[in-house]
């Protein structure tokens, strides 16, 4: 099935193969994309990806960027940035899809102000990424009032807009990894009192009017997906305190917004989620949501990917190391060819930037 086609939304995919977002600090200071951007984009689309999903791109001049170095789509100068980008990607059959990321209380770099914003005035867990560029402990937000409820929902609309007229195929909105909205779902860190804290229901409903706005303003002819995870960038095991019944109201509500897919990132995609003998992540969002499911967690194995496939827990799976390692993984796999295993050194220290032997390695087409 990897191989088999598949129709997302209005866009014909050639495999199930996909590249998952993944940070890497290579764009201009002042947030737009670079031609090292467009050579390390193209070789996923010349190595046979369906499609590629951006690494997170801030949407505000405020608070949503995450980390110094980050592309952005907040103004029209950024968005004109990311065309070459997209066309190179177009001409090699792949679609392309923008990630939107606000990273509210987890940022650790961003050019436009020092204070961070999230739904509560409590610290992220955890440190932040040497090679991110951080270090130390995450600073203690400031509670968003409403004024950044609406700033920030507005600044993710805003960038789909002109994601959409830069040429991208579609918006992911990033509601996982512990950034602003997976931030409202996360008992720990939000202890707001009013409509968007406590209950389940109450911390989802920021999450939906955002998806809302986005597909009211772009969601004509255009993919519209989300990303969600328990685990965050600084507190990998995290589980939702209501097991498999909260991934049940969470996938259920957002399969019923009209989003095209749920695309769902876990430590491993084929083990259970929720404790023994429960589901899958990927396997829970395909049941309670409807909607096609991108499944993301140690997925560059073709007989795991195929297995996750086979047994109709996930329509597409993304790759994110396995394809740092391999741009051209699923020409390699078609092919027979033994794939490379991923050097965490050599691709993402001291810095995580772009490197040179990525840009040249020799893609197989």
């Keep these: ?106 940022s650790q770099g961003n050019a436009y102000t020092d204070e961070t914003i999230a739904p509560s005035a409590i610290a992220p867990k955890g440190e932040q990424l040497g090679f991110y560029g951080g270090s130390g402990p995450f600073q203690t937000p400031r509670a968003m009032d409403d004024q950044d ?64 706005e986005v597909l009211a303003e772009v969601g004509e002819d255009f993919i519209i997906g989300i990303r969600i995870s328990q685990g965050k960038v600084a507190d990998q095991s995290h589980k939702w305190a209501g097991g498999e019944e909260e991934a049940k109201e969470i996938f259920g509500a957002l399969g019923k917004t009209g989003l095209d897919y749920i695309h769902v990132t876990d430590g491993d995609a084929t083990a259970p989620s929720f404790g023994k003998e429960t589901k899958t992540l990927a396997g829970a969002a395909k049941e309670y949501g409807g909607i096609t499911v991108i499944a993301n967690g140690q997925l560059q194995n073709p007989d795991q990917a195929e297995s996750l496939l086979d047994s109709k827990q996930a329509h597409l799976v993304s790759i994110g190391t396995g394809a740092l390692a391999n741009p051209d993984l699923p020409n390699k796999v078609r092919d027979g060819v033994e794939l490379e295993a991923f050097d965490f050194e050599r691709i993402l220290l001291p810095q995580a930037e772009v490197k040179d032997d990525e840009i040249n390695y020799p893609v197989r087409s």
């Excluded at 100068?77 to 001409?91: F, L, M, R, T």
């Design 1 to 106: 099935m990897l191989f088999d086609s598949y129709k997302l939304d209005s866009k014909l995919l050639d495999n199930r193969y996909v590249v998952a977002p993944m940070t890497r600090i290579s764009a201009e200071a002042d947030g737009r994309a670079n031609d090292r951007m467009k050579q390390y984009y193209e070789r996923f689309a010349k190595g046979g990806f369906s499609a590629i999903i951006s690494e997170g791109i801030y949407t505000d001049t405020s608070f949503s960027q995450g980390y110094n170095n980050q592309p952005g789509l907040a103004t029209d100068i950024q968005a004109d940035a990311w065309k070459p980008v997209i066309e190179a990607v177009h001409q090699h059959g792949s679609i392309m899809i923008a990630q939107l990321m606000h990273a509210g209380g987890q």
């Design 149 to 212: 409820l609406e700033e920030a929902k507005m600044g993710i609309v805003d960038s789909a807009r002109r994601a959409k007229e830069a040429g991208f195929d579609g918006v992911e909105i990033h509601g996982a990894n512990g950034y602003l909205l997976d931030q409202f779902l996360t008992d720990y860190l939000n202890k707001r009192e009013d409509s968007y804290g406590g209950s389940v229901e109450n911390r989802l409903r920021y999450v939906l009017e955002v998806v809302d």
